[in-house]
């Protein structure tokens, strides 16, 4: 079994730090590397550790071999299908973004968060402006049209959290995406 | 200290809280409800502040604590041992030096920097709560973006006092979206929420809401276009260090009607001192400004 995050009282609290800045400052690129988990970087890893829970449903999307056992003995999360998560990881193509919740008129804040594994995370692409964000930001988003989508839900709305590596950046429902 | 989880709590009420915090950052204004634990101090001493603090702390932090814009309070005091006793972390009075400062009921006169994390301790977060008290209604209220009751609240000031009377706890608009309550922070702080560079946190821990606001996030006072928005003060400058654009306290220094306004921020006022200004009492008012 790999292991899961060393000295977690102190490692967690420094990781929570930067995850959130990073959710605080969308598009900007954040570095986390906690733990080496199966079948995802670095980062996503730190993620799912610093997150997940016995209390948060986890929807698995794709085929992430070994993550699931790996998740289980050091999270706890029961695995659910993407209607009942509160929390959902996959690499793009694979996430059944429709099916997951963005909450509710009146609890907003119980949508899904969605950490997506991608190939390449730079700080270049479309145009990022909204709460958190001094002027304007760039980032390589894998797509354009579901955030625009979801910015169009708010208050309700996805949460995302990109990753590559050791690397992650965040693009919470708030942010509006122009072109690129 | 090592007889305690990092910063007291914990970690899977940190990870609760942290994952509120998370949502609240990403619905700015929008108040999150979380499982408010029971802290080792009374309800209306910070906890909810507390909650928060101690999950965002890291053992790097260099934390400061202030109470109405004071360090040496018994809140602030005690808040500062509390977490001095377990999680190890340096504390300061100093602003510019802080990395996380919990306050109570003021936003620090030196602007806040990138690098900071301003934590809220809140008494009641729901702004309406006073002009509709079921908690099912304001709901409703804040989903339907219905916020003329708040209006009209504003408007009886005008037609009682011919000015907006409300000092403290002023309403705001977050982003066009929400209308929070900002915390009792006099409406002289009110400028300094909105553009701001830090990341501002609120926690109530009794009425168990978290609520955010992300750096550089527009934050308008709510007002009329005949009746704008003034963050007032009292029309003094401070009598120890002279300032006049800080937030004053004003003090009664005997029965035969005396009294000195001086900076509630402390931290501020004795920069101001140290760095030479001077203002109508100083020198001469150490009993009283003590």
Redesign the interface.
């Known amino acids: 079994m790999i292991p899961g995050l060393a000295d977690?009282?102190?490692q967690?609290?420094?990781g929570?730090?930067v995850?959130?800045?990073a959710?605080?400052?969308p598009g900007t690129i954040q570095r986390l590397n906690l733990t080496q988990p199966p079948a995802l970087g670095p980062a996503a890893g730190s993620v799912l550790l610093?997150?997940a829970?016995p209390?948060?449903p986890l929807h698995l999307a794709g085929d992430l071999p070994g993550l699931a056992p790996w998740l289980q003995f050091h999270a706890g999360s029961p695995l659910t299908g993407p209607e009942g998560a509160s929390l959902a990881v996959g690499r793009w193509p694979d996430l059944p973004l429709d099916l997951l919740p963005v909450g509710l008129?009146?609890?907003?804040?119980r949508?899904a968060?969605v950490i997506v594994e991608l190939d390449r995370l730079d700080a270049d692409g479309p145009r990022l402006t909204?709460?958190?964000?001094?002027n304007h930001a760039s980032l390589s988003l894998p797509a354009i049209a579901p955030f625009r989508a979801n910015r169009a839900l708010?208050?309700m709305g996805l949460?995302f959290i990109f990753t590559c590596g050791d690397r992650l950046a965040c693009l919470?429902?708030?942010t509006v995406v122009g072109d690129a | 200290m090592s007889d305690y989880n990092f910063a007291y709590l914990d970690e899977q009420t940190k990870r609760m809280i942290r994952r509120a915090i998370l949502k609240a950052l990403a619905i700015p204004g929008y108040q999150v409800p979380f499982a408010s634990r029971e802290m080792p101090m009374p309800y209306g001493w910070g906890t909810g502040g507390v909650q928060l603090t101690a999950a965002c702390l890291t053992p790097e932090d260099r934390l400061k604590v202030i109470d109405q814009g004071a360090d040496d309070t018994t809140n602030a005091v005690s808040i500062r041992k509390f977490f001095q006793r377990t999680a190890g972390v340096a504390v300061t009075e100093a602003t510019r030096e802080a990395t996380l400062i919990q306050t109570r009921h003021r936003i620090p006169e030196t602007p806040l920097t990138e690098d900071q994390v301003l934590v809220y301790q809140v008494p009641i977060p729901e702004p309406l709560r006073f002009l509709e008290p079921r908690e099912t209604e304001t709901r409703k209220m804040h989903e339907l973006e219905e916020y003329g009751l708040m209006h009209v609240k504003l408007y009886e000031d005008i037609a009682r006092h011919g000015q907006i009377a409300t000092s403290y706890a002023y309403p705001v608009k977050v982003e066009g979206r929400y209308v929070m309550d900002p915390s009792p922070i006099p409406k002289f702080d009110n400028p300094k929420l909105s553009g701001c560079p830090a990341i501002q946190l609120f926690g109530a821990g009794r009425e168990q809401r978290i609520y955010a606001l992300p750096p550089h996030t527009q934050v308008v006072s709510l007002d009329f276009d005949d009746h704008p928005f003034v963050a007032s003060k009292p029309d003094h400058d401070c009598d120890l260090c002279g300032a006049s654009d800080s937030y004053l306290d004003e003090v009664i220094t005997d029965d035969r009607g005396g009294r000195m306004f001086v900076c509630s921020d402390t931290d501020f006022c004795m920069g101001r001192v140290r760095a030479g200004h001077a203002g109508r009492l100083a020198g001469q008012s150490k009993g009283a400004a003590a």
């Open positions: 977690r009282a102190i967690s609290s420094r929570f730090r995850l959130m800045q959710m605080a400052r610093l997150l829970d209390t948060t008129p009146d609890y907003p804040d949508s968060t909204g709460p958190g964000i001094r708010f208050p949460d919470p429902r708030s």
